[in-house]
């Protein structure tokens, strides 16, 4: 079996100010992604939002169903979305074959049996990376190419937040049950996302963190607005915000992040905002 998981339990915040840098990480930190040959899962109990990867490279990788789900297929009761952050690959569903070139995403609804990812190259392979959560309705499966992005400019340099943010699987672009997806792009001289910070009690979120050069890292911040905490994140490697924290980062470097999110509304714009200057 290619298909492995682990899985995360949710945590208080009174809980979470006791913790030490290695328990902090051993909670919330995702390091074990894009595996090549192997399909890595981790089911987060945060609103059961499973983030993941599949590296194919000489042979395709099938999404197989994993035991905490108590299913007897993966979209049983759920929907998926995908972004490929490495070059040429394919995602064939229920034998419809879908093409993803790097920076292209792909809605999977619920109830799809057969989910298969495959590179076009063996040298350089396809890296997908996977969000899936719960669903109520079955939607109609959707490509999400660069054009069709809604795209957001944040920030600015003077403040050293000037980003890109494209949102791909969001109800605006596609019709989905709860999860969203998107990506953030630093600009040029600028090293904080998501500043000023926020929180949303209605959905918990995970960062994806990519395209930081191998000596670099972001130094991602997360808790409670006035019982803040911090952890170093490398290359491919994500982290579990929950509902009740902040999400922010700031880089040694450029890089990017695809952000994603389950919980109880679609809107977008629904949070709770931070001012600067009473973070603690």
């Known amino acids: ?16 100010k006791s913790y030490d840098t290695t328990r902090l990480r ?9 595996q090549a040959d192997k399909i890595e899962l981790v089911y ?8 993941g990867s599949a ?8 999404l197989e169903v994993i035991d905490a789900l108590k299913a007897d297929y993966f979209l049983a009761r759920r929907e998926l979305g995908i972004i490929n952050i490495g070059a040429a690959g394919t995602v064939t569903v229920d034998g419809i074959v879908y093409e ?3 920076k292209e995403a792909l809605y999977v609804g619920q109830g799809n049996k057969e989910v298969i990812f495959s590179s076009k190259s063996v040298e350089n392979p396809a890296k997908f990376y996977l969000n899936s959560t719960p669903a109520h309705k079955a939607f109609p499966n959707k490509k999400i190419g660069i054009k069709d992005v809604e795209v957001v400019e944040l920030g600015a340099p003077e403040t050293a937040n000037a980003r890109t943010l494209r949102k791909y699987i969001v109800n605006s672009v596609v019709d989905v049950c709860q999860l969203q997806m998107g990506m953030t792009t630093l600009k040029s001289g600028s090293s904080w996302n998501t500043m000023p910070a926020h929180v949303h009690d209605r959905r918990m979120e995970v960062y994806f963190y990519f395209e930081v050069p191998e000596d670099q890292a972001v130094c991602h911040f997360m ?17 579990i915000s929950p509902p009740w924290s902040i999400h922010s980062g700031s880089g040694t470097s450029s890089y990017t992040f695809i952000w994603g999110m389950a919980g109880e509304n679609l809107d977008y714009g629904d949070m709770d905002h931070c001012k600067i200057n009473e973070l603690k």
Do not use: C
Request: hydrophobic letters at 35%; proline letters at 7%; aromatic letters at 10%.
């Open 44 to 51: 987060s109990h945060y609103d059961r939002f499973i983030t």
């Open 26 to 34: 051993e909670e919330f930190l995702i390091d074990n992604l894009m």
């Open 100 to 102: 993803l070139d790097n």
């Open 55 to 62: 590296v194919p490279t000489v042979a395709p990788l099938k």
């Open 1 to 16: 079996m290619k298909t492995q998981y682990t899985t995360r339990y949710a945590a208080s915040p009174q809980d979470v």
């Open 223 to 239: 808790g409670q607005p006035q019982e803040t905490r911090h952890i170093w994140i490398g290359n491919n490697e994500a982290v």
